[in-house]
């Protein structure tokens, strides 16, 4: 018998602290853009929307989530209720002006335009844009809890427009 040989045990081990380092990696590179962006929510303020045709509680619902402070903005995008919300990350103004460009994580090109009281998102150049309204985030019927660095609706768009495309401009 071979002295250097593992015993199927020790195989084990090895084979598990391998597959667990593995794992650990992975978990720590699929998070390293959330981790980044985790210090912007900081003293951060949020304007929340949810796409126009889910409006009134239709679940799952496409949500943007515009977040701007002192230590940075982060806009993201969750595409249904539960589902991995992403970070979509400013790529200058759209060609008229009028709005700005996001980049996904997979280098997409969207657009987001304010527009009649919303938000248009263009994620699809052959389709119709998708609107999405403001979104009320806090106590319903006297449950729950205040959403402090929620922007309220009256400020939502103008808050968006300064903090998000003025800059891009």
Known sequence: MLKNALSPFSY????????GLCSV??????????????????????????AAEHLGGVHPAPRLRFWSGPRGQVIEYEAKEGAETIILEPAGPTADRS???????DGSLWSVTPSAGALLLRDDPTAAPRSFVWEYQGPVDGRGTACSPCVPEAEALQFVRDAFMKAQR
């Open 25 to 50: 990696q992975a978990v720590a590179m699929a998070a390293a853009p959330q981790i980044e962006a985790r210090g912007v929510y900081q003293d951060a303020r949020v304007a929340n929307f949810v």
């Open 12 to 19: 084990l081990r090895f084979a598990g602290a391998t597959i």
């Open 99 to 105: 709005g700005v460009r996001v980049s996904t994580p």
